[in-house]
């Protein structure tokens, strides 16, 4: 898949990397026997969806990596060559295993709600020696409220945990100023961007761009929304358990 990698995201990975792309599938084929992890087992259909799509969604920071211009697209000032990413539902570790593989120098702390996710996460990322990956169990709306976790990160990652909105208010109070949320989305229509920037401005962020491509082996389409956050998350978000889905901003 090298020439795809090159083809659509301008990057390649290394041989140890797509070695560790071979063990991440044949430890989740594993895993998927005694957690039913994810109903994606097939090879390309595995290497689309869950390998390419995790990173397409930081496609500009590869990019800035092939070109050695440090992280512009996360910090246009300060343009730090270390991040601190966090991806909120990570299930059985997507998109942040993959992006932990791709950005070594940086870390990726892995959230999820449910205890036999993170277990099965941990058991992944010491078997693949992932040194820079972290895993926590909680629900993201009392997380964000910890102050060992609020405005601590650089870039939010948040792939099929909820709606548009849902995603921002989960996201944005991790964000350090100036650090930029990415949402997975399959379809987006503009009537949702006004919708979207609504939520997303009480939040205290912008909505900074909004890519829509389609997958390079079935041709479907997907957006990534990039939220940039310009001001303090008010302390009363993340709104408690709950609440976030049941009454979206
Ligand atoms: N992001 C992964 C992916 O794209 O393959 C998993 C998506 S799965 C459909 C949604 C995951 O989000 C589940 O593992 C669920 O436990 C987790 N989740 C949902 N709401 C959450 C919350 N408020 N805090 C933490 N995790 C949550």
Request: aromatic content about 8%; overall charge neutral; charged content about 20%.
């Amino acid at each position: 898949m090298a020439d795809i990698w090159q083809q659509t995201l301008h990057w390649t990975p290394t041989v140890q990397q797509q070695v560790q792309f071979q063990q991440l599938y044949e430890f989740i084929l594993e895993g998927n026997r005694q957690f039913n992890l994810t109903r994606i087992t097939d090879p390309q259909e595995f290497w689309e969806k869950h390998l390419w799509d995790s990173l397409r969604g930081i496609a500009p920071l590869l990019r800035d990596k092939e070109a050695g211009v440090g992280n512009t697209f996360v910090s246009p000032s300060s343009s730090p060559t270390s991040l601190s990413f966090i991806d909120i539902g990570t299930g059985a570790g997507f998109p942040g295993i993959p992006v932990a593989m791709t950005v070594a120098n940086s870390t990726v702390t892995l959230l999820d709600s449910t205890q036999k996710k993170m277990t099965f996460v941990e058991k992944l990322s010491a078997a693949l020696d992932l040194s820079n990956v972290k895993t926590l169990t909680g629900r993201s709306e009392e997380v964000a409220q910890q102050p060992q976790h609020r405005q601590t990160y650089d870039v939010a990652l948040i792939r099929a945990v909820g709606t548009a909105s849902v995603c921002a208010e989960y996201a944005l109070p991790f964000l350090k100023q100036g650090g930029l949320a990415v949402i997975y989305r399959g379809n987006w229509t503009q009537e949702e961007t006004k919708a979207l920037e609504n939520a997303v401005n009480q939040l205290g962020g912008v909505v900074e761009s909004i890519e829509k491509f389609t997958t390079p082996l079935t041709d479907s389409i997907r957006h990534c929304l990039y939220l940039r956050k310009v001001a303090t998350t008010p302390v009363q978000f993340p709104r408690p358990v709950g609440v976030p889905t049941q009454k979206p901003l």
